[in-house]
């Protein structure tokens, strides 16, 4: 990728007058001025050449902003699985095809990852030999005067009665004092200014490189974890603990740094509009030998342990349920974590599962083969299996029913709580072997109670159960909340915070500082005086060169003073006519 | 702490202040571009004549030949210039001689920022004030005064807005707008200092104003808190750097606009064709200046436009608890970025300078009003509490 501005302003400069500019640079020679060379070695080189050049560079950014907006259109499984599971309810022939380009998971599609590496290598190709230049260039003296001044876009002249060496020195000085590189080579001054737009231009773009590399390792050695804590409970930092944890490819689990963190309490405010105010989880967080702190986890405030950090990201209502036998003893009791429906109201839904009643009921089995019914054992005792009881709740805070929609909730803090409850029996399966999430229920092989919709509506805390099968009810006694942590380890951030820095220093480089030559020769004229010229040339965004040009002409005319009553002098030289004032 | 209704109040009635005076401050440039043409036309009328000449020779003598005398006309049109005293013949000049045969002048050793007018407007200098009469010129003082006067009620507004909320006054849509307006009218007044373009006021503040009646109206919001997420310092770095790089891109995309108007004029007199809308587009600056002008403020803001991008990063990361995440908000930011950074990559290629340049940085535009405001409308993400 060629990547910097000055070529093309060059190249375009000779294109729209004379040639002389590009003789003047020190850029690489246009690639089709090389001669092509036969074989294979020819080849590569022509398409190494094709990929390098910023042609291709701007093409492979057009395709990586093309290639990013199917990511933010469609949902993404980073971001919101569930959102893709919907899509592909709603569009299953789409969804499918979608899936098969990796649309829903654009960013890490293996297209997506082509484009910006092919990006890449086009990027390095370029910044490497042009670092190598720049290193040249900035060693070197700036580069000699052309013969002909007056083919340069701007150039000036007077007579001095100062010999030529001493005028030619004088000039040096007064450039150095305008921050000029500049060089002395008898009466000849050369002068270079602005290298800063060279170093902030490949600054920028080595910058771009290593924060690729720093996002890199990031992904590979880093992890991140997330927990539903109640409160109460406590969480050790341990791939186990996590409800989901997701550890880069060469993360060792191991090594995850040791800390501790118990949830005594969370706090939501919200304003009379239901808007969210403050979240506060108070917690005691202690790292592996160290004391227990108390600390208030906020949102933008994480816990920092070491390089990984925990994050409260979220949070939701717990509804303490018990299930009770015909004699009145509970035989489930838990705290159930309640999923958020809507993150504004916070209606909610909970998933009880209580495979273990102690009680049995008469089941039937059927031979697969045969398709006989059997209803008893061998020895003629009745066919049974263990009662299991599962629930949905749906909780709302501030409850409400609509003829459409039923339980609604409209203000996301505890002031009318009511939940609905769906009950059903059978086989949960969860002893089958087959993993399950505790937040959903699969309810295609389960029976469902039918429970009068007056009796289905609970009050948490009011004592009145629900009446389940087999004299057993459910009861939902408290009301609680709980906090969802996220534990982030990203060990290159710093790397990707420092590259970050540079991109922006190197960009003001990049942009900001304009890069000039200027050449100054003194000839003795012949008559006892010497001839002054001075040339310019602007390497980059040349527009206010003209301008500058005429200031430093001034200082040097200051410097170097102006003959009272010149002779017959290089201001009679015929002007060129080709040249234009070049803007 | 509760919303301060007085402050509220004071910050809508200022707002509304502002866009009726920028509202008049559009009528004031509106007519002086309409009545001040007459001036410039002058000039253009002769650039027009270049052109055609240039384009007549292109087609008898080839293009390099209508090259070296569209040159030529232009550095003897230099050379005759009013300013020059050191025409051939006349008493020979004490001190340096440029390739123009000017001189030095008082304001060449202690130069201005910026370009002359002459410069801007590519023909030799001349007294651009005496073909404009004074009615015109007085109009265009006193819509910049208007502008001035309704910069600092709408800086009120956003002050009071502030106070009224307790908080940066850049938490929501309507503040974000205003904050755009604000910061593109702010501009505007920052370049008027360097480039004389008083001349293009009604092109950057009727967007302005239309703008402004939207944000007062359709996007308006009482003065409010903001949730959870949002209290951090880093809302006063990330948004401030993010409206200030949207405001200024605005006033690069409307000289884009104004550019690609003018460019197309200049080709079809090239071809020979006698374009529409003509006299619009000669009162116009040359196309040269406005390309010039909306890379320099385009330059400008890309770097802004890049720090609100890592700003937002480093406040994602730990609000959050990861610094990219691919959000849609995150998604629009990184392509209006590589749509810009396509954009100063034309600019430095050939056969892309001009006009194609021109088009992707209107395209980058259009994915910032997208990131903006799309993503906000249509599509569902972690910056959706934005409002609207």
Redesign the interface.
Known sequence: ?????????E??GA???AESSSQLSTQPEPVGARPPRPGPIGLALRFWRQLTS??T??LL??L??LA??P???LP?R??SPSRVAEYFVKHPHLAKIFDRLSLFD??HAPWFAAIYAVLFISLIGCVVPRSRMHARAMLRRPPGAPSRF?RLP?????TTDLPAEQAAALARASLRRKRFRAHLDGSTVSAEKGYLRETGNLLFHAALLVLLVG?GIGSLFGY?GQILLQQGESFVNAPSSYDAYKPGALTSGGSLSPFRVKLDEFKATY?SDG?????DAYVQAAKAGGSTRPVDL?????ITFGHA?V?L?GHGYTLHVVIRNAAGQAKFEGDVACIPQNLTTYLSSCVVKAPDTGATVPTSYTDPKTGKVYTTNADGSPLTEPLQFAALLNFAPTAAFSPTMGLVSTYPAVTLPRVVVGAFTGDLGLDNGNPQSVYSLDTTNLKPIAIPAADSVITPGSGRAVPLTDGFTLDVTGVSQYATL?V?D?PA?GL??IA??L??IG??GS??VRRRRLWLRATPDGTGRTL?E?GGLSRS?S??F???F??L?????GAVP?????GS????EP???????A? | MPVDVGFAHASDRLLFAAVLVYALAVLGYAFAFAFGRAGRAAIRAEQDAALRTEAALRRTAGPAAARAAAAQSRVLVGAGAPFDTAGPGSAEPAGPVFADGSTLTAQDVRPRRGPSRSEWDGGPPRAQSASTSAAVRRTAQLAVVLTLIGWALHVGSVICRGFAAHRAPWGNMYEFSSMIALIAVTAYLALMVRYPVRDLGVFVMIPVVAYLGVAGTVLYVPAGPLVPALHSYWIVIHVLAATSATGIFVVSAVANVLFLVRDRHDRLILRGAEPRFTRFARALPPAQSLDTLSYRVCAFAFPIWTFAIIAGAIWAESAWGRYWGWDPKETWSFITWVVFACYLHARATVGWRGRRAAYLALIGFTCFLFDFYGVNMWISGLHSYAGL
């Open positions: 990728m060629s990547i910097d501005t000055d070529r093309s302003e190249q375009a294109e729209l007058s910023m042609r560079a701007l950014l057009v990586l902003a990013s907006i990511g933010s259109l993404q980073s971001n654009t960013f007056t701007q150039s000036a002249t007077w996002v991140t304003e808007a969210a105010k403050t979240f906020r949102v933008n405030h994480p950090k994050y990201i996220q982030k990203d951030k990707v915070l970050a820095a991109i922006v960009l003001l942009l900001r002054v001075v965004d527009d206010d003209a301008r500058e005429r200031g002409v001034g200082r040097l005319a102006p003959a009272a009553r010149p002098t290089g201001a009679e002007q060129d006519p080709e040249v234009p004032d803007r």
